[in-house]
């Protein structure tokens, strides 16, 4: 698995949050990677080292802030409401 696939695989495994909060994660994993490489690595080398992408969401999820899943939320109630009307 090469970057862009390991990071829109994870992506796909963070669709219930914030999505500046996501984007913050993936940048994070991105150069990750990218330092990776840079030390000589494949990005499927990268890919493998950084581990297994589920545990990268996990841990991911359990280090989202709660505020901003809550704001986020919230946010999501008040545009449904909105449409509604």
Do not use: H, W
């Not at 669709?15 to 994070?28: G, I, M, N």
């Not at 589920?54 to 986020?72: G, L, R, T």
């Amino acid at each position: 698995m090469n970057k862009s696939e390991y990071i829109e695989a994870l992506k796909d495994m963070l669709t219930d949050f914030p999505a500046d909060e996501t984007e913050r994660f993936l940048l994070y994993y991105s150069e990750m990677i990218d330092d990776r490489v840079d030390d000589g690595m494949t990005e499927e080398e990268a890919c493998l080292s950084i581990g297994d992408i589920e545990a990268a969401a996990k841990q991911i999820k359990s280090e989202m802030p709660m505020s901003a899943i809550v704001k986020s939320n919230v946010k999501a109630k008040v545009e449904n409401e909105r449409e509604r009307r």
